[in-house]
């Protein structure tokens, strides 16, 4: 499956950004997918993830309550809408998905490339 993720931007402390990934591919829904971000200089840490119905998710605690994932199966797409967005949520975003995977330690499988979310304070 290849992803491609958009929706990136300059924001302000407070906004609110969606970001979205489309999944090319007629296997979309039996894929669990999540996001990841990554600041240069660190480790590409994860944000949220949802199950292939959408029925599930889970999300880091620095996230939970100001994101949300979510999933469209008839557009392929999967969807983090990030509200108070703060400086610290500034990193570039990584849309994945992962054939078999619980979504607590989620391992994906493919990765899509990166957009880049930046909070000014």
């Known amino acids: 499956v290849q992803l491609q993720a958009s929706g990136g931007g300059l924001v302000q402390a407070g906004d609110s950004l969606r970001l979205s990934c489309a999944a090319s591919?007629?296997?979309?829904?039996?894929?669990?997918m999540g996001w990841f971000r990554q600041i240069p200089g660190k480790e590409r840490e994860f944000v949220a993830a949802?199950?292939?119905?959408?029925?599930?998710?889970y999300y880091a605690n620095s996230v939970k309550g100001r994101f949300t994932i979510s999933r469209d199966n008839a557009k392929n797409t999967v969807y983090l809408q990030m509200s108070s967005l703060k400086p610290e949520d500034t990193a570039v975003y990584y849309c994945?998905?992962?054939?078999?995977?619980?979504?607590?330690?989620?391992?994906?499988?493919?990765w899509g490339q990166g957009t880049l979310v930046t909070v000014s304070s």
């Open positions: 994945a998905a992962a054939r078999n995977s619980g979504l607590v330690n989620f391992k994906p499988d493919y």
């Open positions: 591919g007629r296997t979309f829904s039996s894929y669990a």
């Open positions: 949802i199950n292939w119905s959408g029925g599930s998710t």
